[in-house]
Protein backbone atom coordinates (compact mmCIF):
# COMPACT_ATOMS: atom_id res chain seq x y z
CA UNK A 1 0.00 0.00 0.00
CA UNK A 2 1.53 3.69 -1.32
CA UNK A 3 1.11 6.42 1.39
CA UNK A 4 1.14 10.28 0.94
CA UNK A 5 4.91 11.66 0.38
CA UNK A 6 5.91 13.90 3.01
CA UNK A 7 8.43 16.94 1.81
CA UNK A 8 10.65 17.51 4.26
CA UNK A 9 13.76 20.30 4.48
CA UNK A 10 16.84 19.08 6.68
CA UNK A 11 20.01 20.54 7.63
CA UNK A 12 21.19 17.08 6.59
CA UNK A 13 20.74 14.79 3.40
CA UNK A 14 16.65 13.88 3.27
CA UNK A 15 14.57 11.53 1.53
CA UNK A 16 10.93 11.33 1.08
CA UNK A 17 8.75 8.93 2.77
CA UNK A 18 5.28 7.39 3.08
CA UNK A 19 3.50 6.12 5.69
CA UNK A 20 3.80 9.16 7.75
CA UNK A 21 7.22 7.48 8.26
CA UNK A 22 9.69 10.66 6.95
CA UNK A 23 13.13 9.27 7.03
CA UNK A 24 15.61 12.11 8.07
CA UNK A 25 19.29 11.24 7.70
CA UNK A 26 21.81 11.69 10.62
CA UNK A 27 25.48 12.77 9.37
CA UNK A 28 26.79 8.89 9.01
CA UNK A 29 23.98 8.25 6.88
CA UNK A 30 26.15 8.97 3.62
CA UNK A 31 27.31 5.47 4.16
CA UNK A 32 23.78 4.24 3.61
CA UNK A 33 23.17 5.92 0.67
CA UNK A 34 26.46 5.26 -1.11
CA UNK A 35 25.29 1.54 -0.93
CA UNK A 36 21.79 1.84 -1.47
CA UNK A 37 22.50 0.72 -5.07
CA UNK A 38 24.20 -1.96 -4.32
CA UNK A 39 21.65 -3.42 -1.56
CA UNK A 40 18.07 -2.72 -3.25
CA UNK A 41 17.96 -6.33 -4.84
CA UNK A 42 18.62 -7.10 -1.33
CA UNK A 43 16.06 -5.87 0.86
CA UNK A 44 13.84 -8.15 2.99
CA UNK A 45 10.24 -7.15 1.83
CA UNK A 46 7.84 -8.05 4.42
CA UNK A 47 4.40 -9.62 3.22
CA UNK A 48 0.85 -7.70 4.05
CA UNK A 49 -0.60 -9.47 7.10
CA UNK A 50 2.68 -10.80 8.52
CA UNK A 51 1.76 -12.71 11.32
CA UNK A 52 3.64 -13.18 14.62
CA UNK A 53 3.37 -15.29 17.91
CA UNK A 54 2.57 -14.34 21.03
CA UNK A 55 4.80 -16.85 23.14
CA UNK A 56 5.44 -15.23 26.61
CA UNK A 57 3.63 -12.05 29.25
CA UNK A 58 3.92 -10.92 32.42
CA UNK A 59 1.76 -11.95 34.70
CA UNK A 60 -1.36 -8.94 35.16
CA UNK A 61 0.16 -5.70 35.67
CA UNK A 62 -0.61 -3.21 38.24
CA UNK A 63 -2.45 -1.00 35.77
CA UNK A 64 -2.57 0.81 32.30
CA UNK A 65 0.43 1.49 30.52
CA UNK A 66 1.52 4.73 29.41
CA UNK A 67 4.87 3.53 27.80
CA UNK A 68 6.90 0.48 27.27
CA UNK A 69 10.81 0.16 26.32
CA UNK A 70 13.49 -2.41 25.59
CA UNK A 71 17.16 -2.75 26.86
CA UNK A 72 19.44 -5.33 25.03
CA UNK A 73 23.23 -6.19 26.21
CA UNK A 74 23.75 -9.35 28.10
CA UNK A 75 20.66 -8.91 30.14
CA UNK A 76 17.81 -7.67 28.57
CA UNK A 77 15.57 -5.59 30.49
CA UNK A 78 11.63 -4.56 29.92
CA UNK A 79 11.02 -0.71 31.23
CA UNK A 80 7.02 -0.32 32.05
CA UNK A 81 5.85 3.12 33.15
CA UNK A 82 1.75 3.39 34.35
CA UNK A 83 -0.71 5.68 33.09
CA UNK A 84 -1.63 6.26 36.65
CA UNK A 85 2.80 6.49 37.91
CA UNK A 86 5.09 4.29 38.63
CA UNK A 87 7.95 2.68 36.79
CA UNK A 88 8.84 -1.48 36.86
CA UNK A 89 11.50 -3.14 35.34
CA UNK A 90 11.10 -6.72 34.30
CA UNK A 91 13.55 -9.46 32.46
CA UNK A 92 13.28 -11.58 29.57
CA UNK A 93 11.26 -13.81 31.09
CA UNK A 94 8.77 -11.28 32.49
CA UNK A 95 9.41 -11.80 35.74
CA UNK A 96 9.87 -8.36 38.16
CA UNK A 97 13.23 -7.10 38.75
CA UNK A 98 12.87 -5.49 42.22
CA UNK A 99 10.48 -3.24 43.41
CA UNK A 100 8.03 -0.59 41.35
CA UNK A 101 9.42 3.00 41.80
CA UNK A 102 6.66 5.81 42.11
CA UNK A 103 8.20 8.01 38.92
CA UNK A 104 5.57 9.56 36.76
CA UNK A 105 6.52 9.53 33.61
CA UNK A 106 4.27 9.62 29.94
CA UNK A 107 7.06 8.03 27.93
CA UNK A 108 9.99 5.87 27.56
CA UNK A 109 12.97 5.47 25.47
CA UNK A 110 15.70 2.37 24.46
CA UNK A 111 17.68 1.54 27.41
CA UNK A 112 21.38 1.55 26.68
CA UNK A 113 23.85 -0.32 28.99
CA UNK A 114 27.83 0.74 29.59
CA UNK A 115 30.10 0.28 32.36
CA UNK A 116 30.48 3.51 34.68
CA UNK A 117 32.78 3.62 37.74
CA UNK A 118 33.23 -0.16 37.31
CA UNK A 119 29.55 -0.75 37.90
CA UNK A 120 27.18 -2.06 34.87
CA UNK A 121 24.17 0.14 34.61
CA UNK A 122 21.42 0.63 31.57
CA UNK A 123 20.06 3.75 31.53
CA UNK A 124 16.48 4.38 29.87
CA UNK A 125 15.70 8.39 29.10
CA UNK A 126 12.11 8.93 30.06
CA UNK A 127 9.65 11.77 29.99
CA UNK A 128 8.38 13.03 33.48
CA UNK A 129 5.25 14.17 33.57
CA UNK A 130 5.94 18.32 34.07
CA UNK A 131 8.31 17.55 30.55
CA UNK A 132 11.90 16.72 31.92
CA UNK A 133 14.17 14.65 30.66
CA UNK A 134 15.58 12.13 33.05
CA UNK A 135 17.67 8.69 33.10
CA UNK A 136 16.26 5.70 34.58
CA UNK A 137 18.72 3.11 35.34
CA UNK A 138 19.16 -0.67 36.67
CA UNK A 139 22.16 -2.20 38.40
CA UNK A 140 23.27 -3.96 41.25
CA UNK A 141 21.95 -3.66 44.59
CA UNK A 142 19.00 -1.12 43.11
CA UNK A 143 15.99 -2.70 44.68
CA UNK A 144 13.70 -0.55 42.24
CA UNK A 145 14.52 1.73 39.15
CA UNK A 146 16.50 4.82 40.41
CA UNK A 147 16.41 8.49 38.75
CA UNK A 148 19.17 10.59 37.57
CA UNK A 149 19.93 13.74 35.31
CA UNK A 150 20.74 13.50 32.21
CA UNK A 151 23.49 16.14 30.81
CA UNK A 152 20.59 18.08 28.63
CA UNK A 153 19.55 21.64 29.37
CA UNK A 154 16.07 22.16 27.71
CA UNK A 155 14.62 25.51 27.69
CA UNK A 156 11.12 23.95 26.53
CA UNK A 157 8.85 21.10 28.02
CA UNK A 158 9.79 17.63 26.58
CA UNK A 159 7.44 16.24 24.50
CA UNK A 160 9.32 12.97 23.26
CA UNK A 161 12.52 11.34 22.89
CA UNK A 162 14.67 8.34 20.93
CA UNK A 163 16.89 6.73 21.62
CA UNK A 164 19.51 4.08 19.67
CA UNK A 165 23.05 1.86 20.43
CA UNK A 166 26.00 4.37 19.99
CA UNK A 167 29.62 3.37 19.31
CA UNK A 168 33.04 3.18 21.32
CA UNK A 169 32.13 4.92 24.82
CA UNK A 170 29.50 6.54 23.62
CA UNK A 171 26.10 5.18 25.76
CA UNK A 172 23.42 6.24 23.36
CA UNK A 173 22.40 8.13 20.74
CA UNK A 174 19.17 10.39 21.61
CA UNK A 175 16.94 12.18 19.75
CA UNK A 176 13.76 14.83 21.41
CA UNK A 177 11.38 17.35 20.25
CA UNK A 178 9.57 20.07 22.78
CA UNK A 179 5.76 20.59 23.02
CA UNK A 180 6.23 24.33 21.47
CA UNK A 181 8.97 23.17 18.79
CA UNK A 182 7.80 19.84 17.63
CA UNK A 183 8.71 19.99 14.08
CA UNK A 184 12.12 20.12 14.74
CA UNK A 185 14.36 16.67 16.39
CA UNK A 186 16.84 18.06 18.53
CA UNK A 187 19.55 15.01 18.41
CA UNK A 188 23.15 13.84 19.54
CA UNK A 189 25.27 11.65 21.62
CA UNK A 190 25.52 10.59 25.38
CA UNK A 191 28.98 9.09 26.85
CA UNK A 192 30.21 8.31 29.74
CA UNK A 193 33.41 9.93 31.01
CA UNK A 194 35.16 9.00 34.15
CA UNK A 195 32.10 8.22 35.54
CA UNK A 196 30.20 11.28 34.22
CA UNK A 197 27.47 11.32 31.52
CA UNK A 198 28.31 14.19 28.80
CA UNK A 199 26.27 15.62 26.08
CA UNK A 200 27.33 16.27 22.46
CA UNK A 201 24.76 17.94 20.53
CA UNK A 202 24.46 17.12 16.78
CA UNK A 203 23.02 19.20 14.39
CA UNK A 204 18.92 19.46 14.68
CA UNK A 205 16.54 18.46 11.53
CA UNK A 206 13.80 20.31 10.52
CA UNK A 207 10.15 18.82 9.16
CA UNK A 208 6.91 20.15 7.96
CA UNK A 209 5.05 18.21 10.06
CA UNK A 210 4.52 17.71 13.86
CA UNK A 211 6.43 15.09 15.17
CA UNK A 212 4.49 12.28 16.97
CA UNK A 213 7.42 9.81 17.40
CA UNK A 214 10.72 9.05 16.61
CA UNK A 215 13.41 6.39 15.95
CA UNK A 216 17.08 5.14 15.31
CA UNK A 217 17.60 2.51 12.79
CA UNK A 218 21.06 1.49 11.96
CA UNK A 219 22.26 4.57 10.96
CA UNK A 220 18.89 6.75 10.10
CA UNK A 221 17.00 8.85 12.35
CA UNK A 222 13.03 8.57 11.89
CA UNK A 223 10.22 10.38 12.68
CA UNK A 224 6.58 10.44 11.99
CA UNK A 225 3.63 12.47 12.24
CA UNK A 226 1.00 9.61 12.36
CA UNK A 227 2.51 6.68 14.37
CA UNK A 228 2.35 6.71 18.53
CA UNK A 229 5.31 4.73 18.56
CA UNK A 230 7.84 3.61 16.63
CA UNK A 231 11.12 1.13 17.36
CA UNK A 232 14.00 -0.28 15.14
CA UNK A 233 14.20 -3.75 14.13
CA UNK A 234 17.57 -4.55 12.63
CA UNK A 235 19.57 -7.92 12.23
CA UNK A 236 21.52 -9.03 9.39
CA UNK A 237 20.31 -7.83 6.09
CA UNK A 238 16.59 -6.99 8.10
CA UNK A 239 16.96 -2.97 8.73
CA UNK A 240 12.97 -2.51 9.51
CA UNK A 241 10.58 0.21 11.57
CA UNK A 242 8.24 -1.04 13.49
CA UNK A 243 5.30 0.86 14.18
CA UNK A 244 1.76 1.28 16.56
CA UNK A 245 -0.88 3.94 14.67
CA UNK A 246 -4.01 3.49 15.69
CA UNK A 247 -3.72 0.20 17.87
CA UNK A 248 -2.15 -1.59 14.66
CA UNK A 249 1.18 -2.51 14.62
CA UNK A 250 2.91 -2.05 11.24
CA UNK A 251 6.50 -2.92 9.78
CA UNK A 252 8.65 -1.00 6.87
CA UNK A 253 11.99 -2.54 5.51
CA UNK A 254 11.96 -0.10 2.58
CA UNK A 255 12.38 3.61 3.22
CA UNK A 256 9.19 3.66 4.47
CA UNK A 257 7.42 3.59 0.91
CA UNK A 258 5.27 0.98 2.03
CA UNK A 259 4.00 -0.16 5.21
CA UNK A 260 2.76 -3.96 6.12
CA UNK A 261 0.42 -4.67 8.68
CA UNK A 262 1.34 -7.27 11.53
CA UNK A 263 -0.94 -9.68 13.11
CA UNK A 264 -0.47 -11.09 16.70
CA UNK A 265 -1.44 -14.45 17.22
CA UNK A 266 -2.59 -15.74 20.47
CA UNK A 267 -0.63 -18.42 22.25
CA UNK A 268 -2.06 -21.33 24.02
CA UNK A 269 -1.87 -19.89 27.28
CA UNK A 270 -1.15 -16.32 26.16
CA UNK A 271 -3.08 -13.73 25.50
CA UNK A 272 -2.00 -10.49 22.88
CA UNK A 273 -4.30 -6.94 23.50
CA UNK A 274 -6.60 -6.48 20.93
CA UNK A 275 -5.25 -3.01 20.91
CA UNK A 276 -1.95 -2.04 22.34
CA UNK A 277 -1.22 0.96 23.80
CA UNK A 278 2.47 0.92 23.61
CA UNK A 279 5.16 -1.38 21.66
CA UNK A 280 8.86 -1.83 22.02
CA UNK A 281 10.65 -3.69 19.52
CA UNK A 282 14.55 -4.88 19.30
CA UNK A 283 16.30 -7.31 16.48
CA UNK A 284 18.93 -8.65 18.81
CA UNK A 285 18.10 -10.07 22.21
CA UNK A 286 21.13 -11.77 24.31
CA UNK A 287 19.20 -12.87 26.72
CA UNK A 288 15.89 -14.94 27.47
CA UNK A 289 15.95 -17.16 24.23
CA UNK A 290 14.83 -14.95 21.48
CA UNK A 291 17.31 -15.85 18.84
CA UNK A 292 14.77 -13.89 16.68
CA UNK A 293 14.58 -10.67 18.43
CA UNK A 294 11.49 -9.22 19.92
CA UNK A 295 8.56 -7.79 19.65
CA UNK A 296 6.74 -6.22 23.14
CA UNK A 297 3.36 -5.09 23.17
CA UNK A 298 1.12 -3.80 26.22
CA UNK A 299 -2.26 -2.91 26.64
CA UNK A 300 -5.48 -4.34 28.38
CA UNK A 301 -6.28 -8.46 27.58
CA UNK A 302 -9.69 -8.82 29.56
CA UNK A 303 -11.41 -6.18 31.12
CA UNK A 304 -9.57 -4.39 33.76
CA UNK A 305 -6.61 -6.86 33.15
CA UNK A 306 -3.33 -5.54 31.31
CA UNK A 307 -0.45 -7.54 30.28
CA UNK A 308 3.05 -6.85 28.30
CA UNK A 309 3.43 -9.63 25.90
CA UNK A 310 6.58 -10.84 24.58
CA UNK A 311 6.08 -11.42 20.36
CA UNK A 312 8.68 -13.62 18.93
CA UNK A 313 10.17 -11.90 15.61
CA UNK A 314 11.40 -14.73 14.15
CA UNK A 315 9.52 -14.93 11.25
CA UNK A 316 10.60 -11.18 10.30
CA UNK A 317 14.38 -11.19 11.11
CA UNK A 318 15.62 -15.35 10.55
CA UNK A 319 13.63 -15.61 7.19
CA UNK A 320 16.05 -13.10 5.92
CA UNK A 321 19.09 -13.98 6.96
Not at 19 to 47: M, N, R, W
Not at 60 to 71: R, T
Not at 99 to 116: D, T, Y
Amino acid sequence: MQFKRWRLSAASPLVNAGLGLALLFTASACSKQDKAAQTEAETPVIAAGTVLPAVWSTRPLEGEVASIALSGGLRGILAVAYENGGLQFYDMEAEKLGEKSNFRLKSLAGGQSSIIEDRSITVFPGITREGELKGYIYGEGLLAPAQIDLPISAERVIAGVCSGPATGTNLMRLAFWTETNNRVLQNGIIRATDGDLKWTAGESTFTDFPVKSCAFTSDTLVASPRASMAASLVRGPLDALVSLENGKLGISTDMGMTNAEIDVKDGITVIAPDTPVAMAAMGTMMSGGYPGGLIVIAGETAPGEHHAVFVDASALTLSTN
